[in-house]
T-cell receptor, first 116, second 112 residues
Framework: GAVVSQHPSRVICKSGTSVKIECRSL??????MFWYRQFPKQSLMLMAT?????????EQGVEKDKFLINHASLTLSTLTVTSAHPEDSSFYIC????????????FGEGSRLTVL | QQQVKQSPQSLIVQKGGISIINCAYE??????FPWYQQFPGKGPALLIA?????SEKKEGRFTISFNKSAKQFSLHIMDSQPGDSATYFC???????????FGQGTTLQVKP
């Protein structure tokens, strides 16, 4: 089946630094990618929708200047957490959608961010 | 309107038993209802999904029951096994958008 790769799987950074997380669709072209955040023992909360070549659409309450999303190609989207703080520590998960059928939505393995 | 409400929050079932998780939604524009299984530290994996034109879908030990008039759907895991112990999420989306709204999640523990 289709594979979505996230990198890095784990990252630890100091407060105030920026961290970039990559999401790649390995064997299909993703017209849309989604970024979710998941705190421990909680559900996945949609942060933003990313369409190739256009600006991301952010959900209410998500700071677009803090969570920079770039979708430069049909196989790659990046999430940059800028000036990270301990409260940004979370599990970030991307999903990639081919746009052909609702079932063709695949999740990455997630990236665990810890901000010290 | 965008919420998907899931219950119970946690569930303990004996090996061989039936696990039942329920979800309810409000937005009648939702037309795709998947269930995901998530293990700690991993991304969610699609288990089974249904569209509102059918009332039930079965794949192996997993069955979705769908009640369009009540705007409810449920996951039944037959012959539950310890390896099924995980967190399960229901979700809903509008056709061909790929944008999922997740339920709160149910932590299932299957005791040997």
């Amino acid at each position: 089946g289709a594979v979505v790769s996230q990198h890095p799987s784990r990252v630890i950074c100091k407060s105030g630094t920026s961290v970039k997380i990559e999401c790649r669709s390995l064997d299909f072209q993703a017209t849309t990618m989604f970024w979710y955040r998941q705190f421990p023992k909680q559900s996945l909360m949609l942060m933003a929708t990313s369409n190739e070549g256009s600006k991301a659409t952010y959900e209410q309450g998500v700071e677009k200047d803090k969570f920079l999303i770039n979708h430069a190609s049909l196989t790659l989207s990046t999430l940059t957490v800028t000036s990270a703080h301990p409260e940004d520590s979370s599990f970030y998960i991307c999903s990639a959608y081919s746009g052909r059928m609702a079932g063709e939505l695949f999740f990455g393995e997630g990236s665990r961010l810890t901000v010290l | 309107q965008q919420q998907v409400k899931q219950s119970p929050q946690s569930l303990i079932v004996q090996k061989g038993g039936i696990s039942i998780i329920n979800c309810a939604y409000e937005n009648t524009a939702f037309d795709y209802f998947p269930w995901y299984q998530q293990f700690p530290g991993k991304g969610p994996a699609l288990l089974i999904a249904i569209r509102p034109d059918v009332s039930e879908k079965k794949e192996g030990r997993f069955t979705i029951s769908f009640n369009k008039s009540a705007k409810q759907f449920s996951l039944h895991i037959m012959d539950s096994q310890p390896g099924d112990s995980a967190t399960y999420f229901c979700a809903a989306s509008i056709r061909n958008t790929g944008k999922l709204i997740f339920g709160q999640g149910t932590t299932l523990q299957v005791k040997p």
